[in-house]
């Protein structure tokens, strides 16, 4: 069978597909735009799309460069502060936010800030939160979307960043962080990956067609736990492929990169 | 209860009463402030200052003033580093060149990255060098801070940072909620010594209009010490009485008004023109060598003798007019 | 060292997050919440909820919302009482008529006058009688603690009421400043249950435009669990999106819009007619009496079967048409 | 000698005089209003005015009748929120706010909530705080204008609405208040007051034209402090009743009180 999809386009749909209908949700640039565009144009027309800098229901023309760029509200509801749409997600009318990071541990906690032993010298200085501390604090549903590779998928991140489960189930909760929100999904080239409800560490819910368990576990620097029954992840359909190529990224700035 | 302490250090006093006695003395009047950037960045911006930047990102950014900060070689400046991208990338080459540290203390949400274009390879350099001491916070918390600041408050509670390590190497507290006994993060309030805000359109006085998200510039507004506003275009005072409802930072927070045309450039401006792409490229580009960054610097940065001739060396009205096309998307149907 | 305690009840719950778990179930959806008055508060008041209301004094009110609370004579509401003039003698019309005790309990920063007017007669014997609950607060203290629900925190501090009977009979509390030891009053978050606004122009979504001062509605209509909107003119979704730095509330805060042209009369709309300060007067003058009061309620409140009826027996488009004069300075010169 | 002016009229200008060149004012209906506009026509035309709900540097073609309605910000430089008001006033901003009051103490404590001893069932009920609290609590320097009589001048208010001085010396900043500011002048249809800076009690500074010390202390239901000497209050001048009656308040909704 010849390939009719790549891995970042199998990525993009499968993000997309978590998104719920006349739901809300914080996008960065790049795949979560991405994700978040090809779901308004397949299963949640009413998806209700915020940007951090201010950006509300954009009629995106073409991808943003940046989360504060003229796109992010081009045509938009609304064209607030940082704070009325952080303090929309304080507030609790957030539901999906989409974050990265360099490192990811097996609780979900997220590194985007350095690489290293020493905070004052690090060895990789990477950019710091930015927003990522705040939705992941306060949105319901949070949705990790990275490569799959040992490097990333660490023991113990070098600095939490971000708050995934923290040490565990209750950590977040104890830590003073609202209740009853945390990562949700964490998708990358090999799988779609959820939290087990008791311990809160990452479990695999479906491989991606072609993807063996090994390959999984051999690029992870952690335990897994797996799902029983292991789902398959559905392939992309040919409207949602079409779509993206199409309308989402007909310049393949993020599909081509594959 | 014992919370988790943070072990970062606070790089700006947080007192509200110690605000209020600057603030009392803060002019009142109406009185004309416009005057060049290099004029308004001379008298306002000190060696040791903390300084905060407007805008988000490289959108809507005042680049005519930090580049001059770089070029009259300010130094030991405190920095609030919220979805800070080309503006830290100036500021950085401070760090390279003259009296070599611009940038001493940085509050850390977002830095050394363009976002969606990559990370500076200079930017990281400085920062990966321990020559400049850092607090982590968010993009949010840092607005909080300011937002603390323009309510006249010593701080304000949030709800996120808590239980991580940007927590722990963040200048905040955790505290109880006095009538919930919810656990809240508490956050000092941020009184920048300067702030530097690009915007649409502004009286003499400083009365200022923005179109497009506001980002966390009427707070940082509210909340600064002094103030200097560029704008793209300068209005007449009648034209901000005929809408006070437009009016979004008002003249009594303003101290130096510069007309700066394409001032944002080679970032967004929102209504006005795109990013030059091609121009950040560049620039990321020549950072990865640090001779090869020096040469660079000198043509653009040290060379020109104002911000119009850096926008002639980048191509002139032929490419603002391209940006301009491109910000309206008029060449796709619309 | 010991602070001095409130004996104030608190009449609403300031938890976050009780309100996060309400506001995650809040529709996101663009939904046409076009509605009549009647339909819009028989659907969202409901007897024994906190209502707020928007506007100040008797500027930009939504009247219309606030005669149908009465007219479908709901009970045992509490309320937010920040300079809350007509909107307060009409609500205390409820206190006569009918079942008899619309306002239960009341957070008060202003209520019983009408500024510059004088005091109405009946709002006072309703509030003299001992009937009502009341906590003390200030219009600032009032619009933080909607501020703090906008935020989604429970509390926020603030600086005033401190050494007063206006603390000693609130609900606030005295804390220190984690950081600079300063001394601050700490205001529980206020989650009103419904909330009125009425705004310029809305789209059928509740996306909202606003001109001039905004008071503490911005805040108001992120804090309420539930929001009606009445507007002066609806206007279409592409309008909202032509210029989307325009809209101040965004639809889903919003749970009804009724187009109410002249909404707030006889109350100012900034832009659009002055207050009409003729009924007014009548209006305070009929309550000197209370039977008196009733034959006018009954004619002017209860009579009219819509607000268009009310707006005809109080002149009619002639009347309207002069207040749009005098709010527009037509016959000074100008 | 003809009477030039009414007890208004006196008050009006005496009030207007206190205010700086080129410092700001949060102001009222009535009085307050009356005042600020005459002072910008005379001895302070770069005097800053703010409304508290939200209007900023009106050019006012009328006298407002609420302090929200549309001639708060009729040609104004900024229409903005409340909240926006009084934080410029938190933040030390605000050089003068005037006030009123149904009784005032020998502090300069303001009660403008209730007349009784019950709270719950109060003898007379008053609109409470409004802003009243928030300004006094907040702005540098409180001008209190008010008709002189002894069930206003009490020497213990049934309600302390509004700081003054408090207990005295050192009690607002022990209350936590922001230190340096409080009660500045009392103007009233008799005579000018101030605050003796020792005990932080009302200490008269000059009487009006005409009016004696017994007279003051007939209408006065505390110890009053007498500054020594004691002057007598300027007059209006013929400018200034000039302005006050011509374009301040021609229909003499005020001055035509007396």
Redesign the interface.
């Known amino acids: 069978m010849a390939v009719r999809y790549n891995a970042m386009e199998l990525m993009i749909c499968a993000a997309a597909r978590l998104l719920e209908d006349?739901?809300?949700v914080t996008v960065?640039?790049?795949v979560p735009c991405a994700a978040a565009m090809l779901a308004q144009r397949t299963t949640a027309p009413?998806l209700?799309i915020f940007?951090?800098?201010?950006?509300?229901a954009?009629?995106l023309?073409t991808m943003?460069?940046?989360?504060?760029?003229?796109r992010?509200?081009h045509?938009?509801?609304?064209?607030?502060?940082?704070?009325?749409v952080?303090?929309?997600?304080?507030?609790?009318?957030m539901?999906y936010a989409f974050l990265g990071g360099a490192q990811i541990d097996a609780y979900g906690?997220l590194n985007s800030?350095m690489i290293g032993q020493?905070?004052?010298?690090?060895?990789?200085?990477?950019?710091?939160?930015?927003?990522?501390?705040?939705l992941a604090?306060?949105c319901?549903r949070v949705i990790v979307v990275t490569n799959h590779d040992r490097r990333r998928f660490v023991e113990k991140v070098d600095?939490?960043?971000?708050?995934g489960y923290?040490t565990g189930p209750g950590?977040?909760e104890?830590?003073?962080?609202?209740?009853?929100c945390g990562p949700y999904r964490v998708i990358t080239d090999l799988a779609v990956m959820g939290f087990d409800e008791a311990t809160k560490r990452i479990k695999v819910l479906s491989l991606h067609p072609g993807v063996d368990r090994q390959q999984v576990e051999e690029r992870t620097g952690f335990q897994l736990l797996w799902a029983n029954p292991l789902d398959e992840t559905p392939p992309p359909t040919d409207e949602a492929l079409w779509i993206l190529r199409q309308e989402v990224d007909p310049h393949r700035y993020l599909i081509g990169r594959c | 209860m014992t919370f988790p302490t943070a072990t970062g250090r606070l790089f700006s006093d947080p007192s509200a009463n110690a605000a209020r006695q600057f603030f009392r003395t803060k002019p009142r009047t109406l009185r004309d402030k416009v005057m060049s950037v290099s004029d308004a960045v001379r008298a306002l911006v000190h060696d040791g200052d903390y300084l905060a930047i407007g805008g988000f990102g490289a959108d809507r950014i005042p680049t005519a003033a930090v580049h001059e900060i770089v070029r009259q070689r300010k130094q030991n400046l405190s920095f609030a580093g919220h979805t800070a991208t080309h503006d830290f990338q100036i500021l950085c080459a401070g760090n390279l060149t003259g009296r070599g540290q611009t940038l001493a203390r940085v509050d850390v949400a977002y830095i050394v990255g363009l976002e969606a274009r990559g990370l500076s390879p200079h930017a990281r350099r400085v920062m990966e060098s321990g020559t400049v001491e850092c607090t982590e916070w968010t993009n949010y918390t840092l607005a909080v801070r300011l937002k603390a600041a323009a309510m006249g408050l010593p701080f304000l509670p949030c709800r996120s940072m808590l239980g991580t390590d940007t927590f722990r190497r963040s200048a905040a507290k955790v505290i109880t909620c006095p009538f919930t006994g919810e656990t809240l993060l508490a956050l000092p309030a941020l009184y920048p010594d300067v702030a530097i805000i690009h915007v649409h359109e502004a009286d003499r006085f400083g009365n200022c209009r923005i179109r497009g998200t506001t980002v966390a510039d009427l707070d940082l507004a509210r909340a600064a010490k002094r103030v200097i506003i560029t704008c793209e275009r300068l209005i007449p005072n009648d034209e901000i009485r005929r809408e006070p409802s437009l009016t979004l930072i008002p003249f009594f927070c303003v101290d130096a008004v510069c007309e700066v045309p394409f001032g944002s450039y080679p970032g967004n401006m929102p209504g006005e023109y795109f990013s030059d792409e091609e121009h950040l490229q560049l620039w990321l580009k020549m950072e990865e060598d640090e001779q090869q960054y020096r040469q660079f610097l000198d043509r653009y940065l040290f060379g020109p003798k104002d911000f119009n001739e850096y926008l002639q060396l980048c191509g002139g009205l032929e490419r603002l007019r391209q940006l301009r096309a491109q910000e309206l998307l008029l060449h796709q149907g619309r």
Do not use: H
Not at chain 1, 51 to 56: I, K, L
Not at chain 1, 75 to 83: F, V
Not at chain 1, 88 to 93: F, K, L, T, V
Not at chain 1, 174 to 180: I, T
């Open positions: 006349g739901r809300s960065g640039t790049g009413n209700l940007f951090e800098a201010g950006g509300v954009p009629l023309p943003p460069i940046s989360v504060g760029d003229s992010t509200f045509r938009g509801l609304m064209a607030t502060s940082m704070a009325d952080m303090e929309a997600c304080q507030r609790g009318m539901d906690n800030t020493d905070y004052a010298k690090p060895k990789v200085r990477f950019p710091g939160s930015g927003g990522a501390n705040d604090s306060f319901w600095f939490i960043t971000t708050p923290l950590a977040r104890a830590a003073g962080l609202p209740a009853g």
